[in-house]
């Protein structure tokens, strides 16, 4: 029940906190789902259809390397084991992994890597994932999160359905300047308050004055 609702809720929040700084990429997911659904108000983002947003799919993945839902995670060896860089770890030894800082690492993501841009998942228009161990958001191995592929799904849905018909402005509250509460995801202290204002939708912008 955790991982289901707490970490989709989390991601959302900080997906639409930065998409509030960043309009121009609501206006590339528009955009996006006009040209794969053919239909302007994104009433026909069928399952199938969502799997061919490869951009919404990157804005989403870029959210969650600045903003993972569970922001470190811990692991215990079973028994004496060494890690690929030669460094031993004894049995019982708890080793653990923080996915917020990792998102946040120049020597991982580059001089760019305090900047939301969904572009650097990107090849020729086709989202490329990246090794599970540079992004471990949904961990890797043998303990990879069986509710992957369905949690991006619903989050993908969500965006989709949101964007098309809504716009989001976050109200006194920036992604440059998160507030963390205590807890084993990652939630805003004082929550995410914003402004949501309705869109016209497209069939209604096309439609002659009468």
Same mark, same amino acid.
């Given at each position: 029940?955790?991982?289901?609702?707490? %970490?989709?809720?989390?991601?959302?929040?900080?997906?639409? @906190? @930065?998409?509030?700084?960043?309009?121009?990429? &609501?206006?590339?997911? !528009?955009?996006?789902?006009?040209?794969?659904?053919?239909?302007?108000?994104?009433?026909? &983002?069928?399952?199938?259809?969502?799997?061919?947003?490869?951009? +919404?799919?990157?804005?989403?993945?870029? /959210?969650?390397?600045?903003?993972?839902?569970?922001?470190?995670?811990?692991?215990? #060896?079973?028994?004496?084991?060494?890690?690929?860089?030669?460094?031993?770890?004894?049995?019982? %030894? $708890?080793?653990?992994?923080?996915?917020? #800082?990792?998102?946040?690492?120049?020597?991982?993501?580059?001089?760019? /890597?305090?900047? *939301?841009?969904?572009? !650097?998942? @990107?090849?020729?228009?086709? *989202?490329?994932?990246?090794?599970?161990?540079?992004?471990?958001?949904?961990?890797?191995?043998?303990?990879? /999160?069986?509710? !992957?592929?369905?949690?991006?799904?619903?989050?993908?849905? +969500?965006?989709?359905?949101?964007?098309?018909?809504?716009?989001?402005?976050? +109200?006194? $509250?920036?992604?440059?300047?998160?507030? *963390? &509460?205590?807890? @084993? %995801?990652?939630?805003?202290?004082?929550? +995410?308050?914003? !402004?949501?204002?309705? $869109?016209?939708? #497209?069939?209604?912008?096309?439609?002659?004055?009468?």
């Amino acid at each position: 029940m955790l991982a289901g609702r707490d %970490t989709v809720a989390s991601a959302l929040t900080a997906f639409f @906190l @930065l998409l509030s700084d960043h309009p121009d990429v &609501a206006t590339a997911i !528009r955009d996006e789902v006009s040209r794969v659904t053919g239909d302007g108000d994104g009433h026909a &983002a069928t399952s199938e259809k969502l799997k061919d947003m490869h951009y +919404v799919h990157a804005a989403l993945h870029e /959210c969650m390397r600045l903003f993972p839902p569970v922001q470190f995670d811990s692991k215990f #060896a079973a028994g004496d084991d060494m890690l690929p860089d030669g460094t031993f770890v004894a049995r019982g %030894t $708890r080793v653990t992994y923080h996915a917020y #800082a990792m998102g946040r690492m120049e020597s991982v993501w580059g001089p760019d /890597c305090a900047e *939301f841009r969904p572009g !650097r998942w @990107l090849h020729d228009g086709r *989202f490329v994932p990246e090794s599970p161990y540079r992004y471990p958001v949904f961990q890797g191995g043998v303990r990879v /999160c069986i509710g !992957r592929e369905l949690a991006i799904m619903e989050m993908k849905s +969500v965006i989709v359905s949101v964007v098309q018909s809504f716009d989001i402005e976050a +109200v006194s $509250r920036s992604s440059h300047r998160p507030k *963390f &509460a205590p807890g @084993l %995801t990652a939630t805003f202290a004082g929550g +995410v308050p914003v !402004r949501v204002r309705r $869109r016209a939708r #497209a069939s209604d912008e096309l439609r002659p004055p009468s």
